[in-house]
């Protein structure tokens, strides 16, 4: 049975005039909107898009019968069109925001608060808004389902990857109390080498020779962070200093790794879901992989038992593996690291363990977004033994934070703080001679 209007888009009538925010500031009284928007909604619900009729004539059409006789000016007829063919076409109120190359991140958090991520800052954006919570929980099934998911009171929690790379979570009631929460982050393609990075200020081209001669002479690396301080983007131009003759495996939850090596195997997990499949994990995939004869091992994010198997892996054979992991700073990983093995159900000794980190583990890259929205690479260090019985992280590039400029920018400056390091030897056996480091490596 076809839900009636009333109970799939419930509009209250009974807002102040002080509480209705305009779409585009364009109407004066949003009830009015959404209740146009609303009966044209129900219908494409209800299947009554005629088929032998042009898409443009039936959402005029749908226009005139549902505006109450109320005259529309040109301007605010085209907002309506538009609105309504984004909820046909594309995935309804974010269907702009999805296509503005500025916005990296969207937050639906209510129908009427929509933030987005803009140059690394938030920002509420005011232009954009949902009917209610049942059309916020529309638009993420019909985002969840042609990608093989579903969400409902039963499995109220969601977390996948759009087809250009972008990743979405969905959270409902009753694990959300506030109602249907939203969030995509977008997969960003105008970062795609290390040349771009470099423009950005993520680093300097001394640290991007380094990284660079790191990653060849198959060193293994890891990638520290916060929550969108760029990651797995720092991980995908890593990943690409990787040559054309090796057998490239990547295992991620959701595919965001885009290598365009000739030899490259992407692995990506499954949950459960309503065709009844089992899950597979991060942990099932790293472990598989070492049965298809790789020669790197990528791994978009460490957080569970997989971290022991990450680390067996780079402790026999595999060198110059690299993942990310959630932390806030060098030494703050190794201890997620250890936690995460003890967690695994992993019995062995604490010593044992941190042994086992310190022989995998050869460099640690630091990302971080600063207070004024921009990312960099605020630390890149080394692993040097042990002092104190703690593993010994060595730092040898550093970004150094003098204070604001007069427009709330960071002003600071990279620093080489290291210059006798460990791993030069492994770097100057492959032919890479790092100048800059003086010669005190020599």
């Known amino acids: 049975m076809k839900k009636s209007f009333e109970s799939v888009f419930k509009v209250d009538n009974k807002k102040t005039n002080?509480?209705?925010v305009s779409d585009y500031q364009i109407f004066e009284d949003k009830d009015t909107l959404d209740l146009i928007r609303s009966k044209?909604?129900?219908?494409?619900?209800?299947d009554n898009i005629p088929k032998d009729m042009n898409l443009n004539d039936y959402i005029n059409r749908e226009i005139d019968k549902n505006v109450n006789g109320m005259e529309l000016s040109s301007f605010k007829r085209s907002h309506i069109f538009n609105l309504i063919e984004n909820e046909i076409n594309g995935l309804g109120p974010i269907?702009?925001?999805?296509?503005?190359?500025?916005?990296?991140?969207?937050?639906?958090?209510?129908?009427?608060?929509?933030?987005?991520?803009?140059d690394g800052k938030l920002v509420k954006d005011e232009s954009v808004s949902f009917i209610n919570d049942?059309?916020?929980?529309?638009?993420?099934?019909?985002?969840?389902?042609?990608?093989g998911r579903t969400i409902d009171s039963s499995k109220p929690m969601v977390d996948a990857r759009l087809k250009d790379g972008s990743r979405i979570n969905a959270i409902i009631p009753p694990l959300s109390l506030k109602g249907p929460v939203l969030t995509i982050?977008?997969?960003?393609?105008d970062l795609n080498d290390i040349e771009d990075i470099l423009r950005n200020g993520t680093l300097t081209r001394d640290m991007a020779l380094f990284l660079e001669a790191c990653v060849k002479s198959k060193l293994n690396i890891l990638v520290v962070g916060g929550t969108g301080s760029g990651k797995t983007t720092v991980l995908n131009i890593l990943s690409s200093f990787i040559g054309d003759g090796e057998r490239i495996i990547t295992i991620e939850d959701a595919a965001e790794l885009k290598l365009h090596q000739d030899h490259v195997i992407s692995l990506e997990t499954r949950v459960d879901n309503y065709e009844s499949k089992s899950?597979?994990?991060?942990?099932?995939?790293?472990?598989?992989?070492?049965?298809?004869?790789?020669?790197?091992?990528?791994?978009?994010?460490?957080?569970?038992?997989?971290?022991?198997?990450?680390?067996?892996?780079?402790?026999t054979g595999h060198e110059g593996s690299l993942t990310t992991l959630?932390?806030?700073?060098?030494?703050?990983?190794?201890?997620?690291?250890?936690?995460?093995?003890?967690?695994?159900?992993?019995?062995?000794?604490?010593?044992?363990?941190r042994d086992y980190i310190e022989n995998a583990i050869d460099i640690i890259?630091?990302?971080?977004?600063?207070?004024?929205?921009?990312?960099?690479?605020?630390?890149?260090?080394?692993?040097?033994?042990?002092?104190?019985?703690?593993?010994?992280?060595?730092?040898?590039?550093?970004?150094?934070?003098?204070?604001?400029?007069?427009?709330?920018?960071?002003?600071?400056?990279?620093?080489?703080?290291?210059?006798?390091?460990?791993?030069?030897?492994?770097?100057?056996?492959?032919?890479?001679?790092?100048d800059f480091l003086g010669d005190k490596n020599e």
């Open 40 to 46: 044209i909604i129900q219908n494409i619900i209800d």
């Open 95 to 118: 269907t702009e925001l999805l296509k503005d190359k500025n916005v990296t991140e969207i937050m639906v958090n209510a129908p009427n608060e929509v933030y987005v991520e803009i």
């Open 279 to 315: 899950e597979v994990s991060i942990r099932d995939l790293v472990r598989n992989s070492l049965r298809m004869r790789p020669d790197r091992i990528i791994v978009g994010e460490v957080r569970g038992g997989e971290a022991f198997d990450m680390l067996q892996a780079m402790n």
């Open 185 to 189: 982050r977008k997969f960003k393609s």
């Open 326 to 353: 959630h932390a806030n700073n060098g030494k703050d990983s190794l201890n997620r690291l250890e936690t995460m093995v003890l967690m695994g159900g992993i019995e062995i000794p604490v010593p044992a363990i």
């Open 18 to 20: 002080k509480e209705v």
């Open 134 to 147: 049942d059309h916020i929980l529309r638009t993420i099934q019909k985002i969840v389902q042609p990608l």
């Open 365 to 434: 890259v630091n990302v971080a977004r600063l207070s004024d929205g921009r990312r960099k690479i605020v630390e890149i260090s080394e692993i040097d033994g042990f002092k104190d019985n703690e593993i010994n992280v060595v730092p040898i590039f550093r970004f150094e934070e003098h204070g604001l400029t007069k427009d709330l920018m960071v002003d600071g400056e990279f620093k080489i703080v290291n210059k006798k390091i460990k791993t030069i030897n492994k770097i100057k056996s492959k032919g890479f001679k790092l």
